[in-house]
Every structure is written in C-alpha cells, then in structure tokens.
T-cell receptor, first 114, second 118 residues
C-alpha cells in the first residue's frame, strides 16, 4: 500500500525566505507523487507532479520538488516566500493503473511572516 | 486546466433530511470521480471512487447506505447524504480524472461543499 508522511503540520517562514515542506513516501512500486495547495474553503489545486520522468519537477507559482528515491522523499521548495503562498499544502501518492487512487498526507499549513 | 464544479458550495439542513451534492466536469469527460471528506484542519479522507455506469467503490468504514453515490454520466457524479446528522457536517470535495488516461492522470478538484447539519 502507498502512503505519504508530511513532517510538520505547521511551517512558518518570513516573506522572502526559503520555503521547505517535507514529504516522505512509502510505496512498493514506483510511485506517482503530487503536491497540492488548498486555500481556505476551496478545493485543491495541483502545484506539481512526479511521474517517473525528471526527478526535479517544477510547478506553478515558483514551487519545485525533487524526487529522491534513496531517501523516499519528495520535498517541496520555493526560493522566496510570498504572502500569497500562505495556505495548506498536501503531498499525495498514487498507484498506477486504471483503478488507481490518490492518497493524501496530513497536510502542512504554511504561514508567511511579514 | 480542466474545470470541476461542485454545487452547492454551502448547505445547511435539518437533522434527518437528505442532501445532494453535485460534481460536474465542465470541459472534459471523467470516467472516474472521487469523493473526499475533510474535517477542519485535517487532510482529505477518500470516501469512495465512482466510475461512470457502475457502482461506486467505498473505502473501508464509509457507510454506502449513508453516502449514496451516483455517476450516471461522464460529466456528473452526485453524493447524497441520507438522513443527515450533525456528525455528518463536513467539507466534501469531489475530484475527477480525465478519460482515457491510464495510471494516475491528473485529478481536478471541485471547490468543495460545506455541509452543516443542525
């Protein structure tokens, strides 16, 4: 079975600082990995996804994530935080196949200090 | 990206009544739709997987008679919370996967529906 673990339910950084949100996965087969962002009372928006191509994945809004098989990690980073980045971030893993489904991590709330 | 629309966004109902939430893929065909439930400050919990023209597959612990899911067309899935009780109050989110995409494809999420049962 696949699962993801997000380390840190809340991360706070200063505006302009590096953003690092951690995600580790567990999967018996090569995983597909995702990062989603959720703003209050809204659905989820895909930031980026890893599907076994390049290990460094670039997403929207300046975010990127690196797939590291040796560390079973898929951490999300952004060089310089903006106030608008404050939101809930979810790491997710999916299986392969027509019956696949996406399983979400517990989420990390990102706060940005002025 | 593709658009998934949920309706209603907010619903308040009395205990014992049934509430229907619609999930529509507006500009693509979705053979598979997923229904999630999210409690405040928590992650999304997958409730069921809905495939067009067949019965939904429910996750363990989800009452299929309580949460009726219908996926009658490639663009519409509905979740009906039957005989709702206050503990059913939650944020319900649907997502849709594009047709013809094996493996993961990309999930597109609706805006969510907040249900409050009095």
């Amino acid at each position: 079975a696949q699962s993801v673990t997000q380390l840190g339910s809340h991360v706070s950084v200063s505006e302009g600082a590096l953003v690092l949100l951690r995600c580790n996965y567990s999967s018996s087969v090569p995983p597909y990995l995702f990062w989603y962002v959720q703003y209050p009372n809204q659905g989820l928006q895909l930031l980026l996804k890893y599907t076994s191509a390049a290990t460094l994945v670039k997403g929207i809004n300046g975010f990127e994530a690196e797939f590291k098989k040796s560390e079973t990690s898929f951490h999300l980073t952004k060089p310089s935080a903006h106030m608008s980045d404050a939101a809930e971030y979810f790491c997710a893993v999916s299986t392969w196949g027509s019956a696949s489904k996406i399983i979400f991590g517990s989420g990390t709330r990102l706060s940005i200090r002025p | 990206g593709a658009v998934v629309s949920q309706h209603p966004s907010w619903v308040i109902c009395k205990s014992g009544t049934s509430v229907k939430i619609e999930c529509r893929s507006l500009d693509f065909q979705a053979t598979t739709m997923f229904w999630y439930r999210q409690f405040p400050k928590q992650s999304l919990m997958l409730m069921a997987t809905s495939n067009e023209g067949s019965k939904a597959t429910y996750e363990q612990g989800v009452e299929k008679d309580k949460f009726l899911i219908n996926h009658a067309s490639l663009t519409l899935s509905t979740l009906t919370v039957t005989s709702a009780h206050p503990e059913d109050s939650s944020f319900y989110i649907c997502s849709a996967r594009t047709k013809g995409v094996l493996g993961t494809g990309e999930l597109f999420f609706g805006e969510g529906s907040r249900l409050t049962v009095l």
